[in-house]
């Protein structure tokens, strides 16, 4: 490799400076640096990072959308990124884009139907290779605007993957939400509770229904009365609000309260502690997800685990792999009982 006095002097290095840098092909430099799923030689493909990186290489992101159809670029549309339960998803999703040598850009629906049609086609204009869904939807069917956008991106070469269900014609990663939520009430039902308060979303959001309808099959099956439900949203705020609502309406001691994610089980903890009451001893409490800060409070949450990077990792190969089993088996998840609802006798 030469040394630093080979940098192109003025403007901005090509491909061509990194070839010649390395002392590789154009092909090969191409190769290392525009993501194609040829593979090179790990000592070449040293080497040409190794001169992108001495030249200040960037790879021009619009030529390459103009020579393949696509870009580098994999979209991820999340509901609220300060969510722990999506920035686990990122992660998984990131780890498989750098795998694969991709970009992911993260967009933001806050659950707006319209706002998500707006970043949708805002993103088509950068060629996605793949655009991933990962809000959670308000119906089982789709939105025609959104539709129409998703297959306008398809049609130009880049590919749609949705997390959940809703996205009839796409590529879906199923969570079994519902029977994740049953064996929770049915294992917090073996444990001895027989009352609970559910918090969970409003009415209509697909994730929400279909974990409060697992969570009362289960419980009630197993022996426990169906719960009193409690609207709101997936936030931790939500979570202590609806708490405050329940506890004013009167929540007697060995009820357990089961939010529909681990950040709203932790916000009813907080309105649990600021009543004076004491999660878990007095007021049992449960979530879902299994995000790690549920594992730091105290007590520590009960929950389900659901294998959020691993989820991320799929939906991203879901996106750039030709072959794809569209009956797969959902990704398993666990019950995880901890000392926020200790056994009652």
């Known amino acids: 490799m030469t040394d630093t006095a080979s940098r192109p002097r003025g403007g901005s290095a090509t491909l061509h400076d990194v070839a010649r840098e390395a002392g590789v092909s154009l092909a090969t430099a191409s190769r290392v640096l525009n993501g194609s799923a040829r593979k090179v030689a790990e ?10 990186a001495t030249l200040g290489y960037s790879a021009n992101l619009s030529a390459q959308a103009t020579a393949r159809g696509t870009s580098a670029i994999i979209a991820l549309l999340v509901a609220d990124i300060a969510d722990p339960f999506f920035g686990e998803i990122a992660s998984g999703v990131a780890r498989g884009a750098d795998e694969a040598n991709l970009v992911v850009n993260i967009a933001i629906t806050e659950r707006d139907a319209e706002r998500e049609v707006t970043l949708v086609r805002a993103l088509r204009g950068q060629r996605p ?35 959940g269900s809703g996205a009839d014609g796409f590529r879906e990663i199923s969570v079994d939400n519902h029977g994740g939520a049953r064996a929770l009430g049915a294992a917090l039902a073996e444990h001895g509770y027989r009352s609970a308060v559910a918090l969970v979303a409003g009415e209509g959001v697909v994730t929400s229904d279909n974990r409060l309808a697992g969570f009362t099959e289960g419980f009630t099956d197993a022996g426990g009365q169906a719960p009193r439900v409690y609207r709101g949203a997936f936030t931790r705020d939500s979570g202590e ?11 007697e001691p060995g009820t357990v309260v089961w939010g529909l994610s681990d950040v709203v089980a932790i916000g009813a903890m907080a309105a649990i502690r600021a009543a004076g009451r004491e999660p878990g001893a007095d007021i049992a409490v449960a979530g879902f997800d299994d995000i790690p800060t549920g594992r730091d409070v105290t007590p520590a949450l009960t929950t389900v685990r659901v294998p959020l990077r691993d989820l991320g990792y799929q939906a991203l190969h879901a996106t750039v792999d030709a072959a794809w089993d569209a009956d797969a088996a959902p990704l398993p998840l666990e019950v995880l009982l901890r000392d926020s609802t200790p056994p009652r006798g």
Not at 43 to 52: F, H, L
Not at 139 to 161: C, F, H, P, W
Not at 241 to 251: F, H, I, K, P
């Open 43 to 52: 000592s070449y493909r040293e080497r040409v990072e190794a001169a992108a």
């Open 241 to 251: 609000a609806l708490m405050n609502q329940a506890l004013a309406d009167g929540v």
């Open 129 to 163: 290779r793949g655009v991933i869904l990962a809000a959670s939807r308000t119906s089982t069917v789709m939105d025609d605007a959104l539709r129409k956008e998703l297959d306008l991106i398809e049609q130009s070469g880049g590919r749609v993957v949705a997390l």
